[in-house]
């Protein structure tokens, strides 16, 4: 009567109490567990008639009416938990399952009956026929532990049943363990599962490279190896090494203050965050995800610290012994650096001269030229798009043609003079301050204000292609709290 992933799921119930099959259809699954011996009672749910009503015919052509609940319910909204030992969600997508589970990411669940049951021992068995990366990183990151992940094949295709439980201990997944699993070593279906994943981020990787997305394309690559293979500690010092080789720390200005800031306990990490700052939000990303190392362009340390106070990230960094290297002006001078990004990302919409020259004799900013002129408003446009951005502000609306612009990520409308001098049409930057708007309004020279963040948080794509080419075993991930700090309302 039953397929392979309800004889794994069946398998996988404990039976100590009554066991609730959300999503019943023709309650196949119910009856076998009560006619197995699995358990006593059963309760079926499901959020439409039809599929009850043809449960109730199985119902009763196995004479189980006695210990058979049919449920009419959206999920777990009307099912009674008192009692309720195992919950088996089974042949929906992994969204629909998180979404069952729990109102929210923020581990608000539906069923109010929850409260009056002890949650913590239900069982939770759930069979995601798409998306399981989705459901792990739910289930992780809403105070779930997922006990065992278990592979199964059925008509030549693959599925995994996650056997989950509550623990109020709220963890975050990294992109690359979200899609792994939690297959055992000697699981060849896992093991299955994971050459399939592999060989999808690949053919990814593989498009992404064909449409010139270097970038992107490196990281399924390195997450396909990782997916394979597995990830491995990396000392850090071989880290700070080569980012030492690709972005000399000796460039950065004299009032800078890069480098490996704050140590990390074990001198060792096999997940690295990145991130525009170091704030104490990031620092809990980093400890959730068991980051040891953080890499961010912004300073953790940049005036001298006279003390240090249990809410200043410092502090947090050491107390969770996780390091901290941090690459300012060098990554701005750099090339493969934070201005290189955003010509890269310019690049990919617009046709530049291969020609870059510096904006500063040092490095600092850039100068490219366009192979066709463009006017301010279509390039307006082209940046809000690179930037994800709604507003750019600047001060000429398509009055006047573009072929030459200089580029310098964060605050730099210092150097608009510079830039006109040497025949630029344009400056992108951020942080522009308003006498510089006067001065550029009255020198008829165009600015584009993409905001400081915006300018500089494109970097960590570079940066993450860099480790992962370097270092394909680490697991890279671009924090996802590196956000504008800002609120426009």
Known sequence: MLDKRLEMCMELVGGEGIVCDIGTDHAYLAAELIKSGKCEKVIAADINEGPLEAAAKTVEKYGLSDRITLILSDGLENVPLD???????????GETIAGIIGETTTGVIVNASIDKCDFESIRWILQPMTKPEILRKWLIGNGFEIISE?????????????????????????????????????????????????????????SLEKAGKLNESG???????????????????????????????????????????????TGRCSKILLTLDITNDSIEEAVDK???????????????????????????????????????????????????????????????????????????????EFEKVIDCEEFAAILKDIFKIDRIKTNIYGEYILSKIAVCSGSGGSLWKLAKAKGCDA?????????????????????????????????????????????????????????????YI
């Open 83 to 93: 009692n309720v030992s195992d919950v088996v969600i089974a042949g929906m997508g």
């Open 290 to 368: 068991g980051a040891g190392l953080i890499i961010s362009h912004h300073p953790v340390i940049f005036n001298p610290l006279k003390k240090v106070q249990t809410n200043n990230p410092v502090y947090k960094l050491i107390r969770n012994g996780t390091g901290a290297i941090c690459m300012h002006t060098n990554l701005d001078i750099a090339e493969g650096g934070t201005n290189t990004a955003i010509v890269k990302k310019i690049a990919e919409k617009l046709a530049v001269s291969a020609n870059i020259e510096p904006l500063e004799d040092c490095g600092l900013g850039c100068i490219i």
């Open 427 to 487: 400056l992108i930057t951020g942080d522009v301050k308003h006498d510089i708007w006067i001065d550029t309004n009255n020198a008829k020279f165009t600015v584009f204000d993409c905001g400081h963040f915006h300018t500089e948080n494109l970097v960590l794509e570079e940066l993450r292609y860099a480790l992962e080419k370097k270092f394909p075993q680490l697991d890279v991930e671009i924090s996802e709290r590196s956000t504008d700090p800002c609120e």
């Open 150 to 206: 278990t592979g199964v094949e059925e008509n030549e295709k693959l599925y995994t049943v996650i056997t989950a439980r509550y623990s109020a201990v709220y963890k975050q997944l990294t992109e690359f363990e979200a899609l792994r699993g939690f297959f055992r070593d000697d699981d060849e279906m896992g093991k299955k599962i994971r050459q399939k994943e592999a060989e999808k981020l690949n053919k990814v990787s593989q």
């Open 219 to 265: 990281h399924y690559a390195a997450m396909a190896s990782r997916i394979h293979k597995g990830n491995e500690e990396v000392s850090i010092s071989d880290i700070y090494s080569f980012l030492n080789e690709k972005y000399p720390f000796a460039l950065q200005e004299g009032w800078d203050n890069s480098g490996y800031l704050v140590e990390s306990e």
